[in-house]
């Protein structure tokens, strides 16, 4: 079974930083594009950023600048480091894991302001 796990975050004021982490069970790691999403309340899920196994990455327009995601295939770790905080990156931020048709799901970690 695959398990997908987000932590790290937190309250924060606006203009600090946060540093998300996720794990994911290694065999799906070191294949899976992996991806940050986040949901507002009330709103739907969006994606925030991704990377590929290659190291390609991909951003919203939202986070660029601010947000900086990486991966440590070693570590089976996928990281967000999020600077300059405002009141719109308030939310729950997913870890997915995604591989051909498949897509695995953290529960989620909070992120407030």
């Known amino acids: 079974q695959v398990q997908v796990v987000e932590s790290g975050g937190g309250l924060v004021q606006p203009g600090g930083s946060l540093r998300l982490s996720c794990t994911a069970s290694?065999?799906?790691?070191?294949?899976?594009?992996m991806g940050w999403f986040r949901q507002a309340p009330g709103k739907q899920r969006e994606l925030v950023t991704s990377?590929?196994?290659?190291?390609?990455?991909n951003y919203a327009e939202s986070v660029k600048g601010r947000f900086t995601v990486s991966r440590d295939n070693a570590l089976n770790t996928l990281y967000l480091q999020m600077n300059n905080l405002n009141p719109d990156d308030t939310g729950v931020y997913y870890c997915?894991?995604?591989?051909?048709?498949?897509?695995?799901w953290g529960q989620g970690t909070q992120v407030n302001q």
């Open positions: 997915n894991a995604h591989w051909w048709s498949f897509d695995y």
């Open positions: 990377i590929t196994t290659a190291g390609d990455t």
């Open positions: 290694g065999s799906i790691f070191r294949i899976s594009t």
